[in-house]
């Protein structure tokens, strides 16, 4: 398994990940797809990063709530 870890570090959407970072377009991205995906709408930055908090970091006990959507789209 470790000898196999910079094939699974190095797969394509680690990758990706990556190049959103360092770039600094990880929220534009993730704005985007939940756009796409969900449907769901933001008005600045900062309200995709405190969706992108909430499902990082809220209990999945939340995962029943109207507002988890997001958190879903994860799963």
């Known amino acids: ?3 196999d870890i910079d094939k699974i ?3 394509n959407e680690f990758s990706q990940y990556i190049n959103l970072v360092v ?5 534009e991205f993730l704005e985007h797809r ?8 933001f008005v600045n930055r900062k309200e995709v990063k405190t969706a992108v908090f ?3 970091f809220t209990d999945n ?3 029943g709530q ?7 789209w994860f799963l």
Not at 34 to 41: I, K, P, R, S
């Open 9 to 11: 570090l190095m797969n």
């Open 1 to 3: 398994m470790l000898g």
């Open 61 to 63: 006990r939340f995962l």
């Open 23 to 27: 770039s600094g377009t990880l929220y």
């Open 34 to 41: 939940f756009g796409v995906e969900l449907g769901e709408t």
């Open 66 to 72: 109207e507002d988890a959507k997001n958190k879903l």
């Open 54 to 56: 909430q499902v990082l």
